[in-house]
T-cell receptor, first 118, second 114 residues
Framework: GAVVSQHPSWVICKSGTSVKIECRSL??????MFWYRQFPKQSLMLMAT?????????EQGVEKDKFLINHASLTLSTLTVTSAHPEDSSFYIC??????????????FGPGTRLTVL | AQSVTQLDSHVSVSEGTPVLLRCNYS??????LFWYVQHPNKGLQLLLK??????LVKGINGFEAEFKKSETSFHLTKPSAHMSDAAEYFC????????????FGQGTTLQVKP
């Protein structure tokens, strides 16, 4: 199956610093990737849709200036948490589909990045 | 708007006994439904998906789910649980239109006792 990787797998940073998380599709190209956030023992919440060559689209309530997304190539999307604070601590997960954004298309998920802000 | 509700936050079964994880959906159109499993430190993995082709869907690792429109349900079952099935399970519905956006249920933790 298609493989999506994330880097780093975990990161600890100080409050006020910025953290960049990478999401890569290893064996397919993805014009669209998705970023989710998962709190402990909770479900995944879609944060934004990352579009190669254009601006990301954010879900309602997600601060686009706080969570910067750059889809630099067909295999790489990055999420930068700017001026991180403890409430940004969470598990961040990305996904993509080799077949694009069709209604029935399976998405492949990265293993996630655990961010802890001190 | 679409939504899914997983009726049990935690299910505990003994190894070798059947598994039932319940999911109800809400959708104004014929939905696209998925079950994903999340093991610790691993990415979510697709178990199966419903795409209106057949109401009984067979997935990987012996799991299957039945789409029941009259009950707006899409419950996940397995005849015999293995220890390796212990994980978090998510019922997921795709948003209408070809957006690729997914709506996740709250998740069900499956515990398998020896």
């Amino acid at each position: 199956g298609a493989v999506v990787s994330q880097h780093p797998s975990w990161v600890i940073c100080k409050s006020g610093t910025s953290v960049k998380i990478e999401c890569r599709s290893l064996d397919f190209q993805a014009t669209t990737m998705f970023w989710y956030r998962q709190f402990p023992k909770q479900s995944l919440m879609l944060m934004a849709t990352s579009n190669e060559g254009s601006k990301a689209t954010y879900e309602q309530g997600v601060e686009k200036d706080k969570f910067l997304i750059n889809h630099a190539s067909l295999t790489l999307s990055t999420l930068t948490v700017t001026s991180a604070h403890p409430e940004d601590s969470s598990f961040y997960i990305c996904s993509a589909s080799p077949l694009g954004v069709g209604l029935y298309n399976e998405q492949f998920f990265g293993p996630g990045t655990r961010l802890t802000v001190l | 708007a679409q939504s899914v509700t997983q009726l049990d936050s935690h299910v505990s079964v003994s190894e070798g006994t059947p598994v039932l994880l319940r999911c109800n959906y809400s959708s104004s159109y014929s939905p696209s439904l998925f079950w994903y499993v999340q093991h610790p430190n691993k990415g979510l993995q697709l178990l199966l998906k419903y795409t209106s082709a057949a109401t009984l869907v067979k997935g990987i690792n012996g799991f299957e789910a039945e789409f029941k429109k009259s009950e707006t349900s899409f419950h996940l079952t397995k005849p015999s649980a293995h220890m390796s099935d212990a994980a978090e399970y998510f019922c997921v519905v795709a948003r209408s239109g070809n957006t690729g956006k997914l709506i996740f249920g709250q998740g069900t933790t499956l515990q398998v006792k020896p």
